[in-house]
Each structure stands twice: as structure tokens, then as C-alpha cells.
């Protein structure tokens, strides 16, 4: 999905740059980038590849030989960026997270003008350049990141760094968050809540919904309060989001105890351990066992030092392999044992069927599985979830048409999300089944949002109900 951090300092800002930036590497696979700009040197920008190296080892040069007293940095899942621009707003740098629907025909628009753009790798159009062109055309930059934010299709959150201060864009539905800390000398901005901490930021605020705020090593200033309407996206809680991060006041860890807590509640099966799929599926499991009194045990680990992320590469059959074998047994908490597994969700269902098939093959007598969101049945619009082209990738997709004989209608398919319905049944049953499961029990969405804790009309649920 992406992350990003930016630094205005009345000092140096490049060792908190660089730190708040790592502090995002959980949140993308494939480009990392940093930008500064100083009175005395101007701009200077670096990017590198990711896919096979921390971002720490990748910017280590640039960490002692970078300087300017603001700057802005990115993990990114595909693009390279932040991006250096010039144009009649003067030279800029530019980074984004969120994900453009509509890109094709912003871009068609924006060539009648005679704007050119440069391709990546894959033909794609860099999203963030796009941005930087609309932005470009209006006659400031306030106008034009309103007018950015007003015509693409999906969501998008954005740093700006210029000469007078960075600019902080938060979507216009908030689908993604943006922070606010402060220090003696400076103050920056975050996706993550807790990027800053140990850098001896303090809380300032969360930016609201569209607010566009312009931040100075003197403080920040809001230049477009914050609407009304909010849609946060839920899975930064399920998934995405660090433990120790927290969304509109809400704790990831907090809200992930209340998921499998919930998930307890309602379950029957006593089996002999609780475990989660690491790393995300943990919090969940902890609050199922405390909950339910079934003793939590690590019946497998995650061997991380040498290993990227399990959805990077791309190719599936590579990232099922990586899945696989990042996880080492430890063979005497799962011989002969019922196993209960909490992952944070099922997407397409081939890692978790390896997971089970491992479990079995190390000795397991029963593998439970219980996701801890419910079942995913619509293809993100909004942020970069997944790399799937199409929804017939979601395992519920897959499944609804081998019993419907075909594309269900949208009121068929209504009736799949509906967790007292029988169609949900028999959808719930046939993945059992053909996951290789002993039982299947996915969360409830009204129980998740409960378990988040703020009103269903501020968060996004639409990969699970359809809603916007």
C-alpha cells in the first residue's frame, strides 16, 4: 500500500527522515525514496530498489551524506518516487499514497495539453507524476491539490515539500491517515502514528478528512479544514497497520484483541492451542486466548532475517513458495494437537492451504481456522490491497460461481455477505472443504466494526459488503 514521513526542522533533518521512513518498511515491497531540500544546496533526491534489501541498508549512504533542513520519503509497493518537479509553481517534490481508478482518462485529458509522461517499467503511467501533472494545472497549489483530490476516482494522500514548507494532503474521505508530531527543533508528518515516537516527537493531531495543512519547522497550519464525512479504510486495523500504531485514537494491538476476543465468543471448537499466522494473525489469537482460556502457543515461527515479504514477488507460485518456507515447525507443540489458526484474513486461500497441509504433515490432528475479518468478496477500489487483476482471484469469488453455475447477479451475491444466510453457509462450508480445514469460522462484520469501536458511517467496508 505505502507509506510516507516528512521533516521540517530548524536542524538537519535528514537521521529523522531516514528513521521515520524505515519505521514505514512494513507497509511496501518494491521502491523507497527520500527528498530534501536546504537554503544553501536546494533539492536533492535519491530513490532505490527495495525488493531485495531493507530500506536501511539501501539509503545508508544517503543518510550521512543527504542534508537539508526539510524533506519527505516513501515506501512504495510499485511506483518510484517522491518525484522532483518543475513547473510554474517552481520546483517541488512530490510523494502519494492511495491508488487512481481513473488514471486513463485523467492522463488523455492532461495530454490535450501538451504534458508528456514518462512510463515505468511495466508501461503503467507513475501515479504520483500524474498527480504532480494535475496539480500543476491550476495557478497554486492549494487549487491544485483540492482539484487533484476532486477528480480522481479512489483515494489519495500526499506530501508536497517546497522551498516555503511542506504541504500535508490527507484523502478526501480519510481512507488513509495523516499525523502530526512536534519537538523542540521541528515537526513532521506520518502515516504511522508511532514512526515518530522514539525520535522525541509528541502527538500534535490526525489530520481530518481533506484537510490540507502547510507544515514549517515553526509549526502547521491548516489551509483547507477537514470535511464532515469520513471512510477510513478497516483493514489498516486487521492488517495493514503496525501494533503500535494507532487510527482516529483507535490501537491496532487494542482493536486486534477485540477481534479474536470477539471471535472466541462465538466459537465452540475446544481445541488444544491457540496460535496465529505470523506476524498479523498474533494479536488476534492472543485476545481469542485470553478470551477463551485456550492456551496460546507458537506451534510454528517466521524465519524473517533473509526473507522478503510473502506477497513479493508477484509471481504466485514463487510467493506461495517464500510463504512456505519462512515458516519453521517446531514439531513438539503440533504432533497429535488440535490447532485453532487466526490469520488476519483469506484472500485467495493457496498460503493458508499450505499453512494447513504444513500443519498436517508436521503431525497436527485438526487445523481450525478462523480469519479475523469476514470474507473478502469485492476487489479493493480505493488503495492498493492486492495486486489481484480480478476478483475471480478471491477464493469467495471463485467458490460463489462454481455454486451459482456462473456470475451471480448483485443481489445473488448480497445475499454471500450475509452471515445468517444459507447461500454464506454453503459458501463458508465449500472453502472448508476445499482449503483442507477441519472447521471454518470467519469474523462477523458487525462484530469487527464493534471491534474497532468508532460508527459504522467512518469506516470502509466495502471489500466485504460492497457499500462505499
Known sequence: MGGFFAVASKEDCVFDLFFGVDYHSHLGTRRAGMAV??????????????????????????????????????ISDFEAQPILVRSHHGTFAITTVGKINNADEIVDEIVKKNTHFFEMQNGDINPTELVAAIINQKDNFIDGIRYAQDIVDGSLSMLILTPKGIYCAR?????????????????CASFESFAYLNLGYTDVKELGPGEVAV?????????????????ICTFLWIYYGYPSSSYEGISVEKMRYNCGKALAKRDNVKPDIVAGVPDSGVAHAIGYSNESGIPYSRPFVKYTPTWPRSFMPTHQSKRNLIAKMKLIPIHDLIEGKSLLLIDDSIVRGTQLREAADFLYASGAK???????????????????????TSEMELITRRVINDLEGGAPDDATLKEYTNPDSEKYKKMVDEICERLHFTSLRYHRLDDMIESVGIGTDKLCTYCWNGEE
Open 171 to 187: 484523502d478526501k474521505m480519510g481512507r488513509t491517515p495523516v499525523v502530526i508530531g512536534k519537538k523542540d527543533n521541528g515537526y
Open 215 to 231: 507544515m514549517t519547522a515553526d509549526g502547521i497550519k491548516t489551509l483547507i479544514p477537514a470535511g464532515d464525512k469520513m471512510k
Open 366 to 388: 485438526e487445523v481450525h481456522i478462523r480469519p479475523a475479518c469476514p470474507p473478502i468478496m469485492y476487489g479493493c477500489k480505493y488503495l492498493n490491497f492486492s495486486r489481484s
Open 37 to 74: 531540500y536546504s537554503a544553501e544546496n536546494g533539492f536533492d533526491k535519491a530513490i532505490h530498489n527495495i525488493e531485495n534489501a531493507p530500506f536501511r541498508t539501501k539509503f545508508t549512504k544517503e543518510s550521512n551524506d543527504m542534508h537539508g533542513t526539510m524533506g519527505i520519503g516513501c
